[in-house]
Nanobody
């Protein structure tokens, strides 16, 4: 079993910054990819940023040049540095990880979500 623990959400003013963290624990053999998704009421969960095992990253167009995803393989962690925040960045941010366990099967896991609120 794998658990993802997120932290770092909160309330920030427009133009401010937040840094989200996600740590994987449990039976983690390797992590193929980690990413951050955002969900707002009435809308589907959408990809914000992701980093794959080789280090390549991808971003939603709306956050390019403002958000930076990074990872620490040894710590089984991923981070999302969010700068120049806008009210439309607000929502519940979920960490996602594609994890290979000791049985060499890859499975998808989600964290419990962390709230980001941006005041105008």
């Amino acid at each position: 079993q794998v658990q993802l623990l997120e932290s770092g959400g909160g309330l920030v003013q427009t133009g401010g910054s937040l840094r989200l963290s996600c740590v994987a624990s449990g039976t983690v053999f390797s992590i193929n990819a980690m990413g951050w998704y955002r969900q707002t009421p009435g809308r589907q969960r959408e990809l914000v940023a992701a980093v794959i095992r080789g280090g390549s990253t991808t971003y939603a167009d709306s956050v390019k040049s403002r958000f930076t995803i990074s990872r620490d393989i040894a710590k089984k962690s991923a981070y999302l540095q969010m700068d120049s925040l806008k009210p439309e960045d607000a929502g519940t941010y979920y960490c996602n990880a594609d994890v290979m366990s000791a049985d060499f099967e890859s499975r998808d896991y989600w964290g419990q979500g962390t709230q980001v609120t941006v005041s105008s």
